[in-house]
């Protein structure tokens, strides 16, 4: 699977507003994403510049959204709803999300909880529309030996580059993706 790296820079960013959906969405701080995330597509990636097949890097692939099979990943109750709403910051979300009682999906692998889903969610929404700018930087992290993106100087200007374009996708473009994360 493929590492990702979720930035709280990203995560801040991202236009994402709460036009039909019954979630308001924050920044919810610098999530720890060194363990991987779920490749829908159940490939490895085993660092260093696998070749995908397709001529490319790894780290250049495209980051899918999770698949059908492993949502929802948030009970969604109105409690849930209700704590998430009342957060006047994303450390609140976070710790709503974190709260979440959920069993972890355990399917592919990994323990991908309610908080990684809707970090996933965003991520993926992200690279569908800035996928040149999230490829570099990955690819940055890997050629870098960067542990926390957060902290990789080396790839300052690919950050920046995510974050710029990231400040253009549409108000709510990422809600269909996140709402995923919470049954129906």
Not at 11 to 26: E, F, I, K, T
Not at 96 to 105: A, H, I, K, R, V
């Amino acid at each position: 699977m493929k590492k990702l790296f979720v930035m709280c820079a990203v995560l801040a960013v991202v236009g994402c507003g709460d036009d039909d959906s019954r979630v308001m969405l924050m920044d919810s701080g610098p999530r720890d994403d060194t363990g991987g995330a779920v490749d829908s597509g159940g490939g490895t990636d085993t660092g260093g510049g696998t070749d995908t097949g397709g001529g490319g890097r790894a780290c250049e692939a495209p980051i899918e959204a999770l698949p059908a099979s492993v949502l929802p990943r948030c009970s969604g109750d109105m409690a849930q709803i209700n704590c998430i709403n009342g957060c006047a910051d994303g450390a609140c979300q976070r710790a709503c999300l974190d709260s979440d009682t959920t069993p972890p999906e355990t399917m592919t692998g990994q323990m991908l909880n309610c908080g990684d889903c809707w970090d996933y969610q965003i991520f993926s929404c992200v690279d569908m529309n800035c996928h040149t700018q999230v490829a570099a930087a990955n690819c940055c992290f890997e050629d870098n030996g960067c542990t926390d993106p957060n902290m990789c100087a080396a790839c300052s200007a690919e950050i920046m580059a995510i974050n710029t374009c990231s400040m253009g996708i549409p108000a709510g473009a990422c809600n269909a993706l996140i709402m995923g994360c919470f049954p129906s």
